[in-house]
């Protein structure tokens, strides 16, 4: 049985409901009178959706698209209508409030359709106005909006709260291929940001996977801001190709022995590698601050790592000269350091009016050069004791050596001579100087041949009756030592001494 205080709470509770049902009939019907509030006679052409379905549409919209309430939805109105108004939402607003309106392609009526929605509902009218200002206005929208479709670029428009309120056909396309099966209503591929230049956005393609990126960039208006985007994917590609190869060269020259400074077009430093910390003692700290190219090089002459200059004022002229020099590739100088090093500087043009200054340190090749030359004067030095002419011959048959004895007995001087002597001409001399002996074109051959060799000598009398044996013998590297020994002079009655056989042996 129910007690008085159940049927209380039944009734309290029916009270209740129906206070909510009651409210909520009440708002939806004020709702809807706000949408219809504005007179709507049979003449103008008005479609009324509730979510997406058709609840009314005036008489004349069956000039337009005859649609039927509570059969008919949003989508049938839009494919009737696409053709002209390519603009057309696919779907309706779900929820909020707004308006918007859009311009057909042609000035054929109707020319414009208002669109206005709030929690749901959605208010579709067509107008067409006629050709004075007011026309005036509407053929230049659909002037503008041709020119906005023929684009390439994506373009759109949104109001201050990032509502997309427009877009082209490009920014369908793109949006088609970024969210395929998606309307733009529901997905939007670019985020409204305000900024005052230009943005940088990667999208990626569905269907390939392949990611593209954008310059997009904005103009604001009262109400609306106009956004378009510019595909800068080659761009972004070639900075990408340019900073990788800008590593590989650092990695490169980071393997270097040779310091590498590059200035650039403004006289600073833009790039270095780690041997120019190595050979400058200039700390990468400094180095990374990018500085000056005259910076540079005081710092060069502070830390005694180029040569003190005589005149400092004249030294500071000299530096420019030297980055006009090397722009012009023609720099390149030797410094003797007081620590014995030896650097050597070669200023080289670069790309885009920068400039190149390469530092080896070549004071091991000096001192092996030096090494070099002192040996070489030693051994010249001890040559130049012997009595016997020397002279040595390339396998090509070139005179490379020979010693004062040689030329005083010969009267020649290889050194003055512009051309190289060859053992044609040195066996010219020969004959001037001594008796004919038919052996002289046999030594030429024995020089010039390659064959397995054996040391031979030779007699021969110098034009004073001197007699003297030539002994040939083979050295490395295929050369030849041909020495002139004075066997006997003439006595003092003027007869000749008893010549010496020929002899050959190894």
Known sequence: MISPFDIVVIICVALFCGSIAFFWINAQGRRKVRLEQRPAPETEMIYLFDHGVLQHATDATRELAPLEAGFHEWSDLREKIVDRFTLFPMQPKPAGSGSQTLYAVDMNAPTQVNITWENGLNRVQFLSLPKDNAGSTVENHILSQRLAASLTIPVWKTNHEGDLLWWNPAYGKLQARVCPGMSVEEQPIFTA?????????????????????????????????????????????????????????????????????????????????????????????????????????????????????????????????????????????????????????????????????????????????????????????????????????????????????????????????????????????????????????????????????????????????????????????????????IVKKLDQSGSAASFPELTQGT
């Not at 106009?226 to 190709?241: K, M």
């Not at 016997?388 to 396998?395: P, W």
């Not at 024995?446 to 397995?452: A, E």
Request: aromatic share 10%; net charge negative.
């Open 193 to 485: 940001v305000d900024t005052t230049g230009s943005l940088r956005v990667s999208l990626r393609d569905a269907a390939t996977g392949k990611k593209e990126w954008f310059d997009i960039s904005q103009t604001k208006f009262d109400d609306v801001i106009i956004y378009q985007a510019i595909c800068i994917s080659t761009l972004v590609h070639a900075e990408e190709a340019q900073r990788n190869f800008v590593q590989t060269l650092t990695k490169t020259f980071a393997q270097l022995s040779i310091g590498l400074a590059i200035f650039d077009r403004n006289g600073q430093l833009a790039l270095f590698n780690p041997a120019l910390v190595d050979l400058t003692g200039l700390r990468a700290e400094f180095l990374s601050a990018r500085p000056a190219l005259q910076t540079f090089f005081d710092r060069l002459r502070e830390t005694r790592k180029m040569p003190e200059p005589k005149n400092y004022a004249d030294w500071r002229t000299a530096i420019s000269e030297l980055v006009t020099a090397a722009n012009d590739g023609r720099y390149e100088d030797t410094w003797s350091l007081d620590s014995g090093q030896t650097f050597r500087v070669k200023g080289r043009p670069h790309p885009d009016g920068a400039t190149a200054f390469l530092i080896e340190d070549i004071s091991a090749e000096v001192s092996l050069t030096r090494n070099f030359r002192a040996e070489l004067e030693l051994g010249q030095s001890m040559l130049d004791t012997l009595d016997d002419g020397i002279a040595v011959f390339s396998c090509s048959g070139i005179l490379t050596f020979s010693n004062t004895a040689y030329q005083k007995l010969w009267q020649v001087d290889p050194e003055t001579s512009f051309a190289d002597v060859t053992i044609y001409d040195a066996i010219q001399d020969w004959k001037r100087k001594s008796a004919p002996n038919p052996m002289w074109e046999e030594i030429e051959g024995f020089v010039r041949s390659f064959s397995d060799r054996k040391c031979w000598s030779i007699p021969i009398y110098l034009t004073d009756n001197t007699p003297m044996t030539c002994v040939i013998s083979p050295i490395v590297s295929g050369a030849t030592l041909i020495r002139f020994h």
